[in-house]
């Protein structure tokens, strides 16, 4: 059976940066064969969360908008990418809303302890794609932490992003031909049929590049702080580790390919 991959679009300018990495991900994922299915979220009718919390009766949200459309592919797809662009360090209003609305599904899992995916189904993945005007990488922090807070939610395994900083005007993406590369084969990743996850030694799983396959390289990476819009520093430090293929005959080569904050340091 093919795999069902769901974009989401959540930027309000359709066809400008971060809806073109969307489409050249989902245009991966359409040649391993997979069943795309591609929403703008500006188009819809979305409501913010009332946090009623109706939903921690029954696990379904009460309010009837076009969330009822999203819920199913969000239970049901095998892949899910999400773009939003940056906008003030996070993601714009309309896609946090969507994520917001998934309050419904934490209830499902932790209140009412019933599975978010079908027993027995293979691992869902999921990836995050966003430009962001500013040249700081830091700037996608907050949209990445919210990301990760849905992926461990729905039960969705983190499977790559693509982070492209100081893009801003409308069509400034086709000048990097490298996110283009990384978006279609995250794609391809995305769009494949399942296979049971590589375990090192001790359990933990080994990282592999979604292009060549073969096992990442792993480093600490601090990153300074700043002050409000990227334009002073803190005098604090972000510490980070990440993930890149070390293959110097893969298209990957040297592309952060995963990312995660180390817990702060106590002695601090």
Sequence with gaps: MAVTVLGLAGSPRRGGNTETLLDWCLAGARQEGAVVVKYGLCDLDLHACRACEACREDGVCIQRDDMQVLYPHLRAADSIVIAAPTYFQGMPAVPKIVIDRCQAFWALKYVLKRPIAEPGSPERLGAFLSCAGTTSMQAFDGSRQVIRSLWYTLDVTPAGEVLCPGVDAKGQILE????????????????????AAKKEKGGAEVKTCINCGKPLIDRVEEVERTGTGGSRSTGECSTYRVWFCPNSDCVM??????????ADRTDR
């Design 253 to 262: 080569y040297r592309t952060d390919l995963y990312r995660e904050q180390i």
């Design 176 to 195: 990097q031909t490298s996110a283009r590369v990384a978006a279609e084969q995250i794609g391809r990743h995305l769009g494949r049929e399942r296979s």
